[in-house]
Each structure stands twice: as C-alpha cells, then as structure tokens.
C-alpha cells in the first residue's frame, strides 16, 4: 500500500481557490521530496510544485508561482497545493507522486509513486 490518495478536486469559477490534499501511509511519506503534476485532456502530464521533506524547500512551475502554495504535514503524513486564482488553464487532473530523485528536478521521470489523481474543473 505505496500508492498516494489525493481528494479535494472539484468545479471552481475563474478566480476561485482550491485546496487540494494527498495522503499517504508513515512509511512511504516519510524522509521523502513530494510533489504535484497535473494533465490535461490531449497534453503532456507537466510538474506543478514539489516540496523537500522537511518542507525547508519549495519549488514551482512558472505557470502557477505566485498563485499556487504546496505545503506538508509529516506528522499527518499528507501534502497539500493550494490553489488561488484559478484559471482556465489550470483545469485537469492533478497528481501527487513520491520524488525519487532530486526535489529539484521536475521531470516524470523522477518520480516513482503516483496517486490516482483528482479533477479540477475551472468554468468561465
């Protein structure tokens, strides 16, 4: 039982806020980098914002910087990404996955643990 659960995806008017969650076991979320990717119907899947263990560090893609905070609680073994501002663009599914690698690197690639994902609609 690896795999993260996230919840929190829903219908939200441009402008609107969102607040995301992903749990996961102790075990598997312990000591290790999270982050969040989303995908849209006929796109790529692209890195939204990652954060370090101990939460010291944060980064984020340049599209959602400024509106978009990804927190953690270790202690509830959960990673949040709140949303602010949402924009058209911003709707697809959203995906927590474990980072394998570097919190820096940004790619699929260095993830190793997906969630199943949760929608975010943004309607005009």
């Known amino acids: 039982q690896v795999q993260p659960v996230e919840s929190g995806g829903g219908l939200v008017q441009v402008g609107g806020s969102l607040s995301l969650s992903c749990a996961a076991s102790?075990?598997?979320?312990?000591?290790?980098?999270m982050g969040w990717f989303r995908q849209a119907p006929g796109k790529e899947r692209e890195f939204v914002a990652s954060i370090t263990w101990s939460g010291g560090s944060t980064y984020y893609a340049d599209s959602v910087k400024g509106r978009f905070t990804i927190s953690r609680d270790n202690a509830k073994s959960t990673v949040y990404l709140q949303m602010n501002n949402l924009r058209p663009e911003d709707a697809a599914v959203y995906y927590c996955?474990?980072?394998?690698?570097?919190?820096?690197?940004?790619?699929?690639?260095?993830?190793?643990?997906w969630g199943q994902g949760t929608q975010v609609t943004v309607s005009s």
């Open positions: 102790v075990l598997f979320f312990s000591t290790y980098c």
């Open positions: 996955a474990r980072n394998r690698a570097r919190c820096s690197d940004s790619t699929v690639a260095s993830y190793d643990y």
